[in-house]
């Protein structure tokens, strides 16, 4: 029996807020077809909350699947139907999407090419669709622009996929794209002479102090120097979070309860959740911070279960290091610089070398849904793919709850 892969990716409207997902499936790493089939969609509907949380979910199906019954077994406010842009388009067709469509469904086409000629290829079901996703790599960018008006005008929002940058990020908001979607949401922005604040100044020393093994009169005149954080912390530790009898009052109790790891993952943490000008802007990478943190340690867990609570807090700092560039800014180099970290986190982040370099390699694919690289990684590990799934599912659960509790 072969495996089955199930992703998710996220799709973010012009304000950096996550609107949906993309939803990818593959029977196993060598096949071309992502989509959905009948059977698929049956054994998804009991996981369909874990991994599409509040937001919609776009599913690929091909025109077979609209002839399907199991078409009605999911929530139509939960789900878009993306049909792939080579479905032989004929009268038949479009009686069944005009059926469906009265009967609540909504349809997009995926990643479709964007010219002319697609224009008229695609003109029968234009009325029937609500979302046009766009490869904006391969596609006419002016006659884009100039038809984005006349599809809001009909009804249809436009997705851009595949992409890449900033800079076509950019582009793409500025002709009047409602949706975008590509590895740029993971790329660094880097900014020329951009410098560290004040503010973040003093959270790097505070979490160097923590990873020097400092003493605890040192640390505790540190953390009582920088009267945000403290105050910041004592809030956190007397929160219904710890259920504590008696309320804690001063930051040696803080050291000694939380302890000196935790504290480390929530000053960092802190750092990412504050550290943007507007919400919008910090939440995707806030959960994107969650969902490989949290990949990375239940990741370690299955792959060495004798892993110590030290191998474990290297796993979560990894993941978290492998993606601060993006919050400030910067070269990776520049940002760890200022940071005390272990030779061997410093080596998986910046050149992949090492066990974790392996891990993070891991959690980028499955984030990407390389399942080449994915199964390869198991084979020399001897794993099966079944083993994490589950975690896999967990930690999306965990992205999802997390972004509930940030009230988005």
């Not at 077979?64 to 388009?89: A, H, Q, R």
């Amino acid at each position: 029996m072969s495996d089955r892969y199930i992703g998710r990716q996220p799709i973010i409207n012009a304000k950096a807020k996550i609107f949906a997902y993309d939803l990818l499936y593959r029977e196993n790493a060598h096949t071309d077809d992502n989509g959905f089939t009948a059977t698929v969609i049956s054994n998804l509907l009991g996981s369909m909350d874990t991994i599409l949380g509040k937001h919609i979910g776009f599913i690929r199906v091909n025109a077979e699947f609209l002839y399907y019954d199991v078409i009605n077994l999911l929530p139509y406010e939960k789900v878009v139907y993306s049909l792939f842009p080579d479905t032989l388009i004929d009268e038949t067709l479009v009686q069944r999407m005009l059926f469906l469509k009265e009967q609540g469904c909504r349809f997009a086409l995926n990643e479709s090419l964007y010219d002319d000629k697609s224009i008229q290829k695609y003109a029968l079901i234009l009325p029937f669709l609500s979302y046009l996703k766009i490869d904006v790599s391969r596609s006419d960018l002016s006659l884009i622009g100039r038809s984005i008006p006349l599809l809001h005008e009909v009804g249809i929002e436009v997705i851009g996929s595949k992409i890449e940058t900033h800079d076509m990020y950019e582009l793409c908001r500025s002709m009047g794209f409602d949706y975008f979607q590509g590895y740029f949401i993971s790329e660094p922005n880097i900014i020329k002479n951009i410098s560290f604040s004040p503010e973040q100044e003093g959270i790097f020393r505070l979490w160097n102090l923590l990873q020097q093994e400092s003493e605890m009169p040192e640390l505790v005149e540190a953390f009582q120097s920088n009267h945000a954080i403290s105050l910041r912390l004592l809030r956190f530790i007397n929160s219904a979070t710890f259920s504590l009898k008696n309320p804690v009052s001063s930051m040696e109790q803080v050291l000694t309860l939380m302890g000196r790891d935790p504290i480390s993952r929530w000053i960092m943490l802190l750092m990412f959740s504050e550290s943007q000008s507007e919400i919008e802007q910090r939440i995707p990478l806030l959960l994107m911070v969650i969902h490989r943190t949290e990949l990375m340690s239940a990741l370690m867990g299955v792959i060495n279960p004798k892993a110590s609570k030290d191998d474990l807090s290297k796993a979560y700092f990894t993941g978290m290091l492998s993606l601060i560039h993006l919050l400030f800014h910067m070269p990776q180099r520049d940002v760890l610089s200022k940071l005390n970290i272990a030779s061997e986190i410093e080596e998986a982040v910046l050149e992949g070398h090492g066990f974790y370099g392996e891990l993070l390699d891991l959690s980028r694919s499955i984030e990407l849904f390389d399942t080449e690289a994915i199964e390869l990684f198991l084979a020399m590990k001897g794993l099966k793919y079944a083993i994490i799934e589950p975690l896999i599912h967990t930690v999306m659960e965990k992205v999802n709850t997390f972004e509930k509790a940030m009230g988005e």
